[in-house]
């Protein structure tokens, strides 16, 4: 009795950061907090939001702070920088400022849907797992608003890294997930890969750490503002970084 009782004690002090990078996402951002808002409060999790603003030219950042005064300095955090210096480090740059136990990353461009957080957290706790990712490759995952190039690189980059570095989860390129703070720390600090590899080593990184992997299908949607950042040069990065990762790990 008592020690369900003080679990249940430590799954009410757990807090949620949420790591939001951004640039150019104006239009994004009001909708993207509004739903952290929305399924936070309807699931009860102490929360915040950590936007992460890389110096957008579109006025992202006076829209941040419009919304931090709409929900508060206690809710959305903004921890800005100067201009773009690549994922990793707004991970790293985020953490710091992180006061939850657990951290969620996630696109701030809608196309990582908020409702999948409570089930996110619930996986988290089911397992007790270092690290929860959501994936569009199992149960009732998918892809909608892609045109078919889109789905066949992401299903064969998926495919060749399965094949090449057998990393124990059905999704590596995807980046909806959940962290144990102290897991993203140690596995930021290993990782050396910028762009869409970043995402991949992180799990692979995870799997050589002993770090326990759980799963969740989620519907990724194609951004509705705003352009896509993948082009050639992040496919030719991609497949570099998939083999230097094959040859180091």
Request: proline share 3%; with cysteine; charged share 25%.
């Amino acid at each position: 009795m008592t020690n369900r009782k003080g679990s249940q004690q430590s799954r009410d002090s757990d807090k949620y950061s949420v790591l939001l990078p951004t640039y150019n996402e104006r239009e994004n951002l009001p909708l993207i907090v509004w739903l952290l808002v929305k399924y936070f409060g309807e699931s009860g999790h102490n929360y915040e939001v950590i936007v992460i603003d890389d110096g957008s030219p579109d006025g992202t950042l006076e829209v941040a702070k419009q919304l931090q005064e709409i929900y508060g300095e206690d809710k959305i955090l903004l921890r800005p920088r100067a201009k773009k210096l690549g994922l990793g480090t707004a991970y790293i740059h985020g953490i710091k400022h992180a006061t939850g136990n657990y951290v969620f990353i996630m696109d701030a461009d809608l196309s990582h849907h908020p409702k999948f957080i409570p089930e996110f957290i619930e996986k988290q706790r089911e397992g007790g797992y270092d690290l929860v990712s959501g994936t569009r490759y199992r149960g009732d995952g998918g892809v909608y608003g892609w045109d078919l190039r889109r789905k066949l690189i992401s299903r064969g980059a998926n495919f060749i890294t399965q094949v090449l570095l057998r990393p124990g989860a059905s999704d590596l390129t995807g980046s909806f997930r959940l962290y144990k703070k102290e897991v993203l720390e140690s596995l930021v600090e290993r990782c050396v890969s910028k762009g869409y590899v970043f995402q991949m080593e992180m799990i692979v990184r995870a799997r050589q750490l002993n770090y326990s992997i759980g799963e969740v299908p989620i519907s990724f949607v194609d951004r509705v503002y705003g352009e896509s950042k993948l082009g050639g040069n992040e496919i030719v990065s991609f497949l570099k970084g998939l083999l230097t990762l094959f040859a180091t790990t």
